[in-house]
Structure formats: structure tokens, C-alpha cells
């Protein structure tokens, strides 16, 4: 059983909007509630990079490329994390993953966002 599972991602147009959701399937709640969690997103042939982070606080981080249109939240009851993503660009378009920040897990499969200009 994997530790996360991602969905939500989308074939979508320029300047529409994707709810992505990740679940820790495999983690205990405190664990889960003491965790920062990430989403990352890796484009072909690119690195993957971090998007932004969310602590047990709900206190949010954003890459600067995201800054002010992707919203990170979490729901400790669903052991559940999840990323708003607004006013999405082309470069946007990558494979989605969420993790643990502080204390990295086996990465899950990932969904597919693909912004189309």
C-alpha cells in the first residue's frame, strides 16, 4: 500500500482551476498531524521541485511561481492534504506528488495536471 495517493489532476485551459488531493494513507493521525507536508511537481525533463508546504499549524509556504494563485490546506481527519490551484499557466503542466517535508516518505504516483494555452 502506497503512503500517498494524489488525484485531481486534469487536462485543463489556461486560466482555469484544479483541486488536487493527496491522502497519507499509511500514516497514524498524530503522525500525520505533526507532519510538514509538501507538494512537489516535476515537468518533463526537469527536476522535481517544491511547491509549497503546510505544517500541522496551517501555517502555508509558496514557491514564487505559485505565490497569490495555488492555495495549500489540509484536513487531519482525513489525514488529507490538498492544493488549489487558480489562474493556471502552461507552465504549470507537471506530475503532482504531496510528501512529508520534514522527513521524506516513499513517493506515490502522482497526478497528471496539464495546462493547455
Known amino acids: 500500500q502506497a503512503q500517498f495517493v494524489e488525484s485531481g489532476g486534469n487536462l485543463v485551459q489556461a486560466g482555469g482551476s484544479l483541486k488536487l488531493s493527496c491522502k497519507a494513507q499509511?500514516?497514524?493521525?498524530?503522525?500525520?498531524?505533526?507532519?510538514?507536508m509538501g507538494w512537489y511537481r516535476q515537468a518533463p525533463g526537469k527536476q522535481r521541485e517544491l511547491v509549497a508546504t503546510i505544517t500541522g499549524g496551517r501555517d502555508a509556504n509558496y514557491a514564487e511561481s505559485v505565490k497569490g494563485r495555488f492555495t495549500m490546506s489540509r484536513d487531519s481527519a482525513r489525514k488529507t492534504v490538498y492544493l488549489q490551484m487558480n489562474s493556471l499557466k502552461p507552465e504549470d503542466t507537471a506530475v503532482y506528488y504531496c510528501?512529508?517535508?520534514?522527513?521524506?516518505?516513499?513517493w506515490g504516483q502522482g497526478t497528471q495536471v496539464t495546462v493547455s494555452s
Open positions: 510528501n512529508r517535508y520534514n522527513g521524506e516518505l516513499s
Open positions: 499509511r500514516m497514524i493521525t498524530s503522525t500525520f498531524n505533526s507532519a510538514i
